[in-house]
């Protein structure tokens, strides 16, 4: 196909003058690499004015641009055959998953001008088959017309080294092969790149950096492709590691490996990886947030790994966990019910959605946390530390002018602390699951003003709330 394009070009430009460079000029000044100059040389300068270059600039030319004396160098050569291929677009490709290579969605292709946004993912379909702009959903506005334009340009450059180095003996034809081989090698590894696989991506950067080491998009690609290897696999190994020993010591380890994963989590996010792992990352920051109770982070990334992930069934069960940690019990009922509309057998689906019911119904009783002043994420010494003030405080002999009221808090900041203090009954509670003994009771609502029955020590115990 490339071999056809280039023949076409090749037949379509054979009746037109070919596009020719000015000069050499002499060149005698210091510094001067020969004795005179040509445009080969002054190929990095064509935006400049010759008076800019040349001390003494060549009669006639002190004020003219480069490129006008240097249009083959250059590349501004305007023959017939350029005109002909200036706009050979066809449309834009959509596709869906932010990957230039997901499933195809015909009925959002759009024209060659329009400007295609960010947030839209897909190519453009050039003339003969050929593709420009393979994009994910993060990329600056651009069209079509303009990115055929430029691939049609590439291709004439293409053709224009080849008949070069066909006139110019072997070392032209191999110092042209090296570079094509290292402009292929760069594209394929940003593909792999975008499309997830790093091992391939850098592979092929290596490649490509042997044949260029200086080239500046292979060197930034490279090393930021590299960079976020290492962190992944660093998230992987913390995330997959083994916690010994168990209970509180373990649930610490396990903490502070979630800890460690956040950072690894940010640091990588700020790299600006494409989008194929931002939506993994975002998991991962999900789970973390949400296992460490952080609970404004994890309805924050959760809810970013849910519109990256297209609104999959496992990312609405863990956006669905976050909301229950910030208490938003009916936005957690409601993502569970969309879990079971998209497979009404899901077991996490269906068990999400009774937790979330419970502890909606909970939200509506007394609160324990609350009865004794703490978050939710308080550690057992501070649950501890939050009785014994309370219970300092509400002590009867503390209090002997309203001695009946007090016994009543007493007894009932105990009876929090009494749950709260047991790791079973506490995950039982933050569960929703009746920790009293007698479901049924402790259900009474109404006005949170006239109080709440618990249980305490086999005593109806009516707590009145200021």
Not at 96 to 110: A, F, I, L, N, Y
Request: proline share 5%; hydrophobic share 30%; net charge negative.
């Amino acid at each position: 196909m490339f071999l056809s394009l280039l023949f076409a070009l090749t037949s379509s430009a054979a009746s037109t003058p070919p596009c020719e460079d000015s000069g050499p000029w002499p060149c005698n000044e210091d510094g001067c690499p020969s004795p005179s100059v040509g445009c080969q040389q002054l190929k990095g300068d064509c935006q400049k004015t010759f008076s800019a270059i040349f001390t003494s600039p060549p009669d006639g030319l002190a004020g003219t641009p480069v490129w006008q004396a240097c249009r083959k160098s250059c590349n501004k050569c305007e023959d017939p055959a350029t005109a002909a291929h200036k706009d050979r677009c066809v449309s834009w490709r959509q596709t869906s998953g932010c990957q230039p290579t997901g499933k195809r969605q015909p009925h959002e292709d759009q024209s060659c001008t329009t400007k295609i946004k960010s947030g839209w993912s897909g190519y453009c379909e050039c003339d003969a088959g050929v593709r420009a702009a393979e994009s994910a959903c993060e990329h600056p506005p651009f069209t079509c017309a303009d990115k055929c334009a430029e691939q049609w340009a590439f291709l004439r450059k293409q053709r224009e080294q080849r008949q070069d180095g066909a006139g110019g003996g072997a070392a032209a034809e191999e110092e042209f092969s090296a570079d094509d081989a290292q402009s292929k090698l760069y594209k394929r590894g940003k593909q792999f790149y975008v499309m997830g696989n790093t091992e391939l991506a850098l592979r092929h950067f290596r490649e490509a950096l042997k044949l260029d080491p200086e080239h500046t998009a292979t060197k930034r690609e490279y090393k930021q492709a590299k960079k976020l290897a290492k962190l992944m696999e660093k998230i992987e190994a913390v995330l997959g590691k083994d916690v010994e020993g168990k209970g509180r010591q373990k649930q610490l380890e396990r903490e502070e490996q979630y800890e460690e994963a956040l950072t690894l989590l940010e640091e990588a996010l700020e790299i600006g990886p494409p989008a194929v792992y931002r939506s993994s990352l975002y998991r991962d920051l999900c789970i973390c947030s949400t296992k460490t109770r952080k609970k404004e982070e994890a309805l924050k990334h959760c809810t970013k790994h849910e519109s990256h992930d297209s609104g999959s069934m496992a990312s609405k069960i863990l956006l669905a966990e976050a909301l229950l940690l910030n208490e938003q019990y009916e936005e957690a009922i409601a993502e569970y019910k969309k879990v079971l509309e998209m497979d009404e057998h899901s077991k996490e689906g269906r068990e999400g959605l009774q937790q979330a019911e419970k502890l909606y119904k909970r939200s509506k009783e007394i609160d324990y946390y609350k009865l004794l002043n703490v978050s939710k994420s308080a550690s057992g010494r501070e649950i501890k530390r939050a009785y014994h003030k309370l219970a300092v405080e509400y002590h009867p002999d503390k209090n002997p002018d309203n001695r009946e009221e007090a016994e009543i808090k007493f007894k009932a900041v105990a009876q929090a602390y009494e749950v709260l203090s047991d790791d079973d009954m506490r995950r039982k509670y933050d569960a929703g699951e009746d920790v009293t003994g007698n479901p049924g009771e402790g259900e009474q609502q109404g006005n949170p003003m006239q109080g709440h029955w618990m249980h305490h020590g086999g005593q109806h115990v009516h707590v009145h709330f200021r």
